[in-house]
């Protein structure tokens, strides 16, 4: 008898296998294209560090489908950093991808989606962010960490140049995104890009304000701590104030020096507080997300759980809960277990998407599993073009 139940379940289980076809659109079909802008989207809306990313490039899409339409995609996606901080809300298309001589930042992520009913649901993700140092000229500028000494002062001294031409307005030190220095004739010059918000000021210490009418925006800034030049512009709509309730996990308190117990960032400084401005450990730039997988999808490789570097998760795109009440409920996170506490993942609000789709090319390779579920496609048609530059 046991024999036999042992033999039914794996018929069964046959079954179901059989009835599941992968499909390998081309990456550059508009069906890819959907997912990847969909994956794109919600990847950024949960970095709220840093600078926004855009598309280059779709590495793979496979498709798991199955007779009751519920519908698995697996995409493999390269991202480019922009010139948009995450708190800009200047559209994504308007940003500029930093070029290569400006040591340009490429996150590689494996992401997925749910599709039914016609609207895309991300469900997990895993990315890594990197510097692309390839075609580095020589004397060009090469980025600091985040956390350098000399270049904070040069961040507060040209903040407070801006500062003593404003009127009735002053700002503080938000978050710095990036800082580099090039070695010229007479030593280093620095470069900056720091995000203000306007503050309260007792003294020599300066408090921002954290309601959402309180100005803000990026400045820029080049130069010494004595002779430089800053430019600020202030970003032109109001900027919602992250719930802090909602509970995330700071890359910028997890990264490379795990030895460390440095607090995270905190909100509130003084003017030479510059610990609490920046990531620790020096890191040279913001990282996207690392892993977000609460119900264990099994399609992303053991490799997620490489990285540590886990940034906050900002809320949900606006309109998503509207657009499917179960997105407003997203499942609970999973106990990491064995993982440690630094690499567990955030709970990520779940984003919906919906848009018209063409039916899939005729070109896409289509297969159906019977032992594997990751079985090899028989024609290439991935990875896809290029859209800025091969990082």
Same mark, same amino acid.
């Given at each position: ?56 490039? =779709?590495?793979? =899409?496979? =498709? ?31 940003? @500029? ?8 930042? !490429? ?9 039914? %009913?016609?609207? *895309? @649901? ?38 407070? $140049?801006?500062?003593?031409? $404003? ?11 990036? /800082?580099?220095?090039?070695?010229? #004739?007479? %030593?280093? =010059?620095?470069?900056? !890009? ?31 701590? +004595? ?6 512009? /202030? ?18 308190? +997890? ?5 460390? @117990? ?13 610990? #609490? *401005?920046?990531?620790?450990?020096? *890191?040279?730039?913001?990282? *996207? ?8 999808? %099994? ?19 606006? %309109? ?41 090319? +005729? ?27 091969? #990082?």
């Amino acid at each position: 008898m046991k024999f036999l139940g042992i033999t039914l379940i794996l018929g069964l289980l046959a079954g179901v296998w059989a009835q599941i076809i992968v499909v390998r659109p081309q990456c550059d079909s508009p069906e890819a294209e959907e997912a990847a802008l969909v994956a794109q989207d919600y990847l950024n809306a949960q970095h709220s560090h840093g600078y926004k990313y855009a598309l280059n490039r =779709i590495e793979d =899409i496979k =498709i798991y489908t199955k007779p009751d339409g519920d519908n698995t995609y697996v995409l493999e996606v390269d991202l480019l950093e922009t010139d948009c901080h995450v708190l800009d809300p200047t559209p994504l298309a308007n940003c @500029t991808v930093r070029p290569k001589i400006l040591t340009a930042i !490429e996150g590689d992520c494996d992401v997925v989606l749910k599709k039914v %009913g016609g609207v *895309l @649901t991300v469900t997990a993700f895993k990315c890594t962010t990197e510097e692309s140092t390839e075609d580095m000229c020589l004397g060009c500028a090469t980025l600091l960490p985040l956390n350098d000494t000399t270049a904070l002062d040069f961040v507060h001294s040209s903040l407070a $140049t801006f500062n003593n031409r $404003t009127v009735d307005v002053t700002y503080a030190v938000m978050e710095v995104g990036r /800082m580099s220095s090039q070695v010229v #004739s007479g %030593g280093p =010059i620095y470069f900056a !890009e720091y995000v203000v918000v306007e503050a309260t000021c007792t003294d020599d210490a300066c408090v921002p304000l954290h309601d959402a009418t309180a100005a803000r925006g990026i400045c820029s800034a080049k130069g010494l701590s +004595t002779d430089h030049t800053v430019d600020c512009n /202030m970003f032109s709509i109001l900027i919602p104030v992250v719930d802090a309730n909602i509970p995330v996990a700071d890359a910028n308190s +997890t990264g490379a020096d795990a030895n460390s @117990t440095a607090d995270p960032v905190t909100p509130s400084m003084a003017p030479k507080d510059r610990g #609490s *401005l920046s990531p620790r450990h020096g *890191l040279r730039h913001h990282k *996207l997300t690392a892993l977000h997988d609460p119900q264990l999808s %099994g399609f992303l490789s053991a490799e997620s759980a490489e990285s540590a570097e886990v940034v906050p998760v900002a809320p949900a795109v606006a %309109g998503a809960a509207a657009a499917d009440p179960a997105a407003a409920n997203p499942a609970p996170a999973v106990d990491a277990g064995s993982a440690s506490d630094s690499s567990a993942s955030a709970e990520v609000p779940v984003v919906v998407v919906k848009r018209d789709v063409p039916a899939a090319p +005729t070109s896409s390779v289509v297969d159906t599993l019977t032992t594997q579920p990751d079985p090899i496609a028989l024609v290439p048609v991935c990875p896809g073009r290029i859209r800025f530059f091969d #990082s």
